[in-house]
């Protein structure tokens, strides 16, 4: 194995970001170079003391945080928070004392903007919130795309529902703005939407088995999930939970679990489909000028190997 690939996982943490960054940690193929910090699943603040606090548990106090926006690019206050799905600690409703730690000074888009500079075309961000700190570091520095590595996000539902509403993913939702200003970057994108992360669940005999184990991060985690389970059974009717972040999270550790497919993705801003992700691609030649053309394009995830991808998860949380 060469050398690992340094990330930097811009996150809401949320009890599936807890695991990606976890299975992260536990991960040769990556080094967490940091974390940068953005509202979705709980406010920025409380995603900045989330994010120092899951650090000092995995007793990685070495990696910095980096705060993110408490706004969105269109500098929106409001926002939707899905404390209903992770909590209103945004970690199970377990109350943790809060971190001895604090951020860095440097926002997030700074940090990002530095590190892209620091090693040109070396570091992977992987994206698990909307996508605000990411259009802000290109706003900062317009060559951001060509000089970050990749960028793998979590988000969209592509030719699918969504899980906000019919139309729309939750990280999208959170800023539909940023969303297409990323996506139309020119940056080396993969994006990863629930049509692929709904394939990957988290049953409920796979928590037994993590609850068994005498894996750390496996013991923190199973504190953590009765309240995202009981989230996914009260909105699917299922026994289990979907993997949407330590998925995505796979995808920078092992991209052959997943394939994809190219094309041009822009994402709508306004109306009752606001955050509809919709791809083109690229085959037909339209007689019209369309909003879709002259677009760079990015990758977006069509399958996933989820049995292997549970596995990968599940060795690397138990063996903790
Ligand atoms: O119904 C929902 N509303 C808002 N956020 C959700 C919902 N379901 C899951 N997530 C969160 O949004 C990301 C994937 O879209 C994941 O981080 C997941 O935890």
């Known amino acids: 194995m060469g050398e690992p690939k340094k990330i930097i ?6 009890i599936d970001d807890a695991m990606a960054i976890f299975l992260a940690l536990q991960s040769p193929e990556v080094e967490v170079i940091g974390l940068t910090t953005i509202y979705g699943n709980v406010y ?3 995603a900045t003391r989330n994010a120092l606090h899951l650090l000092e548990v995995a007793g990685r106090t070495d990696i910095p945080v980096a705060e993110g926006s408490h706004v969105t690019l269109m500098k929106g206050t409001k926002l939707r928070i899905a404390d209903f799905v992770h909590g209103t600690d945004g970690l199970g409703n377990q109350n943790f004392p809060p971190p001895k730690g604090k951020s860095i000074e440097e926002s997030a888009a700074a940090f990002l903007v530095r590190h892209a500079n620091s090693y040109p075309g070396k570091v992977t961000v992987v994206a698990l919130g909307p996508l605000t700190n990411i259009a802000l570091a290109i706003q900062l520095d317009p060559k951001f795309p ?3 590595g990749q960028i793998i996000i979590l988000g969209g539902a592509f030719a699918v529902n969504g899980n ?6 939750a990280n999208i939702f959170g800023d539909p703005d940023a969303a297409d200003f990323v996506f139309t970057s020119g940056a080396d994108i993969l994006a990863v939407g629930i049509n692929v992360t709904h394939q990957v669940v988290l049953t409920d005999a796979d928590r037994y088995k993590l609850a068994q184990s005498k894996g750390k991060f496996a013991q923190y985690l199973c504190k953590i999930l009765d309240v995202y389970f009981s989230y996914h059974h009260d909105a699917y009717n299922i026994k289990g939970v979907y993997l949407h972040d330590p998925t995505t999270l796979i995808a920078a550790v092992n991209p ?6 190219t ?3 822009r994402v709508q801003t306004s109306g009752i489909t606001r955050g509809l992700t919709i791809f083109y691609n690229t085959k037909k030649r339209f007689a019209e000028v369309t909003e879709w053309c002259d677009k760079p394009t990015v990758k977006v995830a069509v ?3 989820a049995p292997a ?4 998860i599940m060795e690397r949380l138990i063996n903790s």
């Open 164 to 169: 906000v509403n019919p139309s729309t993913e």
């Open 263 to 265: 094309g041009v993705v």
């Open 303 to 305: 399958t996933v190997d």
């Open 146 to 148: 060509k000089k970050i």
């Open 9 to 14: 996982i811009d996150t809401d943490p949320g």
């Open 309 to 312: 991808v549970v596995d990968l």
């Open 256 to 261: 052959s679990l997943l394939t994809y497919t």
């Open 44 to 46: 920025t603040t409380l």
